[in-house]
């Protein structure tokens, strides 16, 4: 299923282009190769992230790293389960920067994120969810074009111009990153939003 999607909706970008092929920005010259979404066609909801970490670069899919292990947790809290959610992220590369052996996260540019934003209009444009989950700021940024802070966001209700509800959270490695009661306060908050996308498809919250 998650393979008929991705090939939907690379060959609906135009013949022979896609993410794998993209060369809008220089992410792709230093990445192993390009994350796409993946997830059933016609998902009611839609989780996007920021970038693919160091293991998804490796294995080619969306959060399969330390931070998808904590979404999947968070997911299983919502009684939601990730297959039938369609999960992206606001940049296909992995931006990353060298710190000894290890490759280490960089957060993508503006301009990376805009240069990006073709492939993620477009699985949206293809799934059309009911509601979109932006996990962090720069998926935040990449739905809106606005720079909003998700504390303030989450207060808001903001809508896709395609007319899906865009709620927003916490990116799940920002939990990997707190400290003391700061972690515990933030898987609950990421739990709650998601319980609340899943109550917005099931038209029990609007
Ligand atoms: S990060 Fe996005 S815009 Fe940049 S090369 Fe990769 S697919 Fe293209």
Known sequence: MAKAVK????????????????????????????????????????????????????????????????????????RLERGQLFVTNAVKHFKWEPRGKRRLHKKPTVGEIHACNLWLEQEIAAVKPMVIVALGATALRALTGAN???????????????????????????????EGDRILELREHLEHDLRNAAKIAAGALV
Request: charged content about 25%.
């Open 148 to 178: 909003l802070s998700i504390d303030g966001a989450r207060q808001r209700e903001l809508w896709h111009p395609g007319g899906a509800r865009i709620l927003s959270t916490y990116h799940p490695s920002a939990v990997l990153r707190a």
């Open 7 to 78: 090939r939907d909706l690379i060959d609906a970008a135009s013949p022979g282009e896609g993410p794998k092929n993209c060369r809008r920005c220089d992410l792709w010259k230093r990445a192993t190769q390009a994350v796409p979404g993946e997830g059933p066609r016609h998902s009611t909801i839609m989780l996007v992230g920021e970038q693919p970490g160091d293991e998804e670069d490796r294995r080619g899919h969306p959060f399969v790293g330390p931070a998808g292990r904590v979404l999947d947790e968070c997911l299983a809290s919502a």
